[in-house]
């Protein structure tokens, strides 16, 4: 059955802001050509936008005569502001952006452990408020958080997990309390993967495995373009695997013994010094990105650690190839990206030999942002579902 002609123009409206979003400002005639729309279908969306306050005159195209069709049209993108945060076990970082992404004001702040959950939730909320206000006046619209730990598929909300702090599942609440936003929390490697696949090293892959390398380990999994969760919110919980080469095997509250013990940033850092290579921090995220760096410039017996370090990885990336056949897998987090190419290199060699499936390894390009941009990627894509959908 046809559309209607109301669900048509709601369509095209549609069509029209997304290809303004991702391609704008654009002339009525490069929009035209872009949605194969009629000349006057276009002039009718296009005053149908404006008149919503979704879309308004931002200059002149310089390459066609003057008149409608030179004028540039563009996204109102300071209707609403968005929020990201990148929420740690000992932080949260914060980043406020417009509607097309523009990043407005960022903020950080640590929070120690010895800090009561209270005035921790506290802390974090009014950094989000101080952050908000200086990006500007204009409303808070959808705000995305990257957090470590289980997401509930059903509620989508963060599940308590051993060894997480109680401030984490609180923060989401009071969020959402306080704020005249719509507040989402994602699985921080999930986030990663996505801002991977939208802006980083991923952009040419719709199915793939991230590696989360930090100061612990995770895995994101993209089948099709599409994040897999698994039934229970768990898939990608990879420091609980299994692997030779550890004391014991890991238990159901705990993942000591799995393949955290070889690769999470302590035992990194631990490897570092047996090879000569100081590390600071106490195995934190740093200590173990500036081991791999110091090797990778020749400090202390780097090849070996090198060598250990790529050993290591191919174990929980030749599991995940033999399961998925993802075709691509990324080392990301603050090592992956400190390890660059010269470490997927030798992940990826030792992977060619482990398994009969062909894997591309490579480093993601993001690092320690990539959760943050994710996101802040989550909070955009809620508030263009929910603006920039005209009514039918």
Same mark, same amino acid.
């Given at each position: 059955?046809?559309?209607? /002609?109301?669900?048509?123009?709601?369509?095209?409206?549609?069509?029209?802001?997304?290809?303004? @979003? @991702?391609?704008?400002?654009?002339?009525?005639? @490069?929009?035209?050509?872009?949605? #194969?729309?009629?000349?006057?279908?276009?002039?009718?969306?296009?005053?149908?936008?404006? #008149?919503? !306050?979704?879309?308004?005159? $931002?200059?002149?195209?310089?390459?066609?005569?003057?008149? /409608?069709?030179?004028?540039?049209? !563009?996204?109102?993108?300071?209707?609403?502001?968005?929020?990201?945060?990148?929420?740690?076990?000992?932080?949260?970082?914060?980043?406020?952006?417009? =509607?097309? #992404?523009?990043?407005?004001?960022?903020?950080?702040?640590?929070?120690?452990?010895?800090?009561?959950?209270?005035?921790?939730?506290? @802390?974090?909320?009014?950094?989000?408020?101080?952050?908000? &206000?200086?990006?500007?006046?204009?409303?808070?619209?959808?705000?995305?958080?990257?957090?470590?730990?289980?997401?509930?598929?059903?509620?989508?909300?963060?599940?308590?997990?051993?060894?997480?702090?109680?401030?984490?599942?609180?923060?989401?609440? %009071?969020?959402?309390?306080?704020?005249?936003?719509?507040?989402?929390?994602?699985?921080?490697?999930?986030?990663?993967?996505?801002?991977?696949?939208?802006?980083? %090293?991923?952009?040419? &892959? +719709?199915?793939?495995?991230?590696?989360?390398?930090?100061?612990?380990? !995770?895995?994101?999994?993209?089948?099709?373009?599409?994040?897999?969760?698994?039934?229970?919110?768990?898939?990608?919980?990879?420091?609980?695997?299994?692997?030779?080469?550890?004391?014991?095997?890991?238990?159901?509250?705990?993942? +000591? *013994?799995?393949? &955290?013990?070889?690769?999470?940033?302590?035992?990194?850092?631990?490897?570092?010094?047996? &090879?000569?290579? $100081?590390?600071?921090?106490?195995?934190?995220?740093?200590?173990?990105?500036?081991?791999?760096?110091?090797?990778?410039?020749?400090?202390? +017996?780097?090849?070996?650690?090198?060598?250990?370090? %790529?050993?290591?990885?191919?174990?929980?990336?030749?599991?995940?190839?033999?399961?998925?056949?993802?075709?691509?897998?990324?080392?990301?987090?603050? $090592?992956?990206?400190?390890? *660059?190419?010269?470490?997927?290199?030798?992940?990826?060699?030792? =992977?060619?030999?482990?398994?009969?499936?062909?894997?591309?390894?490579?480093? #993601?390009?993001?690092? *320690?942002?990539?959760?943050?941009?994710?996101?802040?990627?989550?909070?955009?894509?809620?508030?263009?579902?929910?603006?920039?959908?005209?009514? $039918?």
């Amino acid at each position: 059955m046809p559309a209607s /002609p109301s669900t048509a123009r709601a369509i095209n409206d549609r069509l029209a802001l997304r290809l303004l @979003q @991702q391609d704008g400002p654009l002339t009525a005639t @490069q929009l035209k050509t872009l949605t #194969g729309l009629s000349r006057p279908t276009v002039a009718d969306l296009v005053e149908r936008l404006q #008149g919503a !306050g979704l879309v308004r005159v $931002v200059g002149e195209s310089g390459a066609e005569r003057r008149g /409608p069709n030179a004028r540039l049209y !563009g996204i109102v993108s300071d209707r609403a502001h968005l929020a990201g945060l990148d929420v740690r076990t000992d932080s949260v970082a914060v980043v406020v952006a417009d =509607l097309l #992404g523009a990043t407005l004001a960022e903020a950080t702040l640590p929070i120690g452990s010895e800090t009561a959950t209270d005035d921790a939730v506290e @802390q974090a909320v009014a950094l989000l408020e101080r952050t908000a &206000h200086r990006a500007g006046t204009a409303p808070l619209h959808s705000v995305g958080i990257g957090a470590p730990g289980l997401i509930d598929p059903v509620t989508g909300e963060l599940r308590d997990t051993t060894g997480l702090p109680l401030w984490h599942r609180r923060l989401v609440r %009071a969020l959402q309390q306080r704020l005249p936003a719509t507040v989402h929390v994602e699985n921080e490697t999930n986030l990663a993967a996505v801002a991977e696949n939208r802006a980083g %090293a991923a952009r040419d &892959h +719709d199915t793939f495995v991230l590696l989360w390398l930090g100061h612990g380990v !995770g895995a994101a999994v993209m089948l099709d373009g599409k994040l897999r969760r698994g039934a229970s919110g768990g898939a990608g919980e990879i420091g609980f695997l299994p692997v030779p080469g550890t004391i014991g095997t890991p238990s159901a509250l705990n993942c +000591d *013994g799995g393949f &955290h013990s070889l690769v999470g940033s302590v035992a990194l850092c631990e490897l570092a010094a047996a &090879h000569g290579i $100081v590390t600071p921090d106490g195995g934190r995220e740093p200590g173990a990105a500036v081991a791999v760096r110091a090797a990778l410039a020749g400090e202390g +017996d780097s090849a070996a650690f090198l060598d250990t370090l %790529a050993d290591r990885l191919a174990l929980g990336a030749a599991a995940v190839a033999s399961v998925l056949d993802p075709g691509c897998v990324l080392l990301s987090g603050e $090592v992956g990206h400190a390890g *660059g190419d010269a470490l997927a290199a030798r992940v990826e060699e030792r =992977l060619a030999v482990m398994s009969p499936l062909r894997t591309e390894v490579r480093a #993601g390009l993001l690092g *320690g942002t990539a959760v943050l941009r994710g996101a802040l990627l989550a909070a955009r894509e809620a508030a263009q579902e929910a603006l920039f959908t005209p009514a $039918v």
